[in-house]
């Protein structure tokens, strides 16, 4: 049973570009929720998608943007990207009927 | 404004000691606590978890305490091992109102030989 897949694992981006990160969640699981984690932070909650629609918002812009599909996977779409952006970009699954998220390895995001 | 904290970036315990690693909280709203660990280049793990109406609760060599009028929980790892040299994260939720799960800094668990 594979867990929550996310791609890619690694992107360099030059500032003032968009970004695309997306995640599958794990098997059975239908809400998706985005962290950020920067070197030496803990993960700082972005957004969370349920039922396509994006259900609760963290302190983050709006050039921060996601998307979930029919299945249950999401994208995050980050805008005019600034060096302060550069970081892990973790995504996490989970289910009404277990309380706790399962994460992805992250993808690592450099703006350069 | 950080709801949870955990004020110590790093700790070292001698193998088969007792890691004992602490955290504290500023919202009384929240009614459920977590401990996540992670590897280098993995995603956070889940580890053990207490609900807000207990004090304890343990998992194999895991145990979790929690002090709700000192706004403090623990995890205490005992015996530790060197697999358990990794970053820790404590988490707390308001789950009655949200499922939205907030992360302290983490600290860093070095198991010595």
């Known amino acids: 049973d594979a867990g929550v897949t996310q791609s890619p694992t690694h992107l360099i981006k030059t500032r003032g570009q968009q970004v695309t990160l997306r995640c599958s969640p794990k098997?059975?699981?239908?809400?998706v929720s985005w962290y950020q984690q920067a070197l030496g932070q803990g993960p700082q909650f972005i957004f969370q998608y349920y039922e396509e629609e994006e259900r609760q918002r963290g302190n983050f812009p709006d050039r921060f943007s996601g998307h979930q599909f029919p299945n249950y996977s999401s994208e995050l779409n980050v805008n005019a990207l600034l060096l302060g952006d550069s970081a892990l970009y973790l995504c996490?699954?989970?289910?009404?009927?277990?309380?706790?998220?399962?994460f992805g390895s992250g993808t690592r995001l450099t703006v350069v | 404004d950080q709801q949870v904290k955990q004020n110590s970036p790093s700790l070292s315990v001698q193998e088969g000691r007792i890691s004992i690693l602490n955290c504290d909280y500023t919202?009384?709203?929240?009614?459920?606590f977590l401990w996540y660990k992670k590897y280098p280049a993995e995603g956070p793990t889940f580890l053990i978890s207490i609900s807000s109406i207990k004090d304890k609760n343990e998992d194999g060599r895991f145990t979790v305490f929690l002090n709700k009028s000192a706004k403090h929980l623990s995890l205490h790892i005992v015996p530790s091992q060197p697999g358990d040299s990794a970053v820790y994260f404590c988490?707390?939720?308001?789950?009655?109102?949200?499922?939205?799960?907030?992360f302290g800094k983490g600290t860093r668990l070095h198991i010595l030989p």
């Open positions: 919202n009384s709203m929240f009614d459920y």
């Open positions: 996490a699954s989970s289910s009404n009927e277990y309380y706790g998220y399962t």
């Open positions: 098997s059975g699981h239908d809400t």
């Open positions: 988490a707390a939720s308001e789950m009655n109102r949200d499922d939205k799960i907030i």
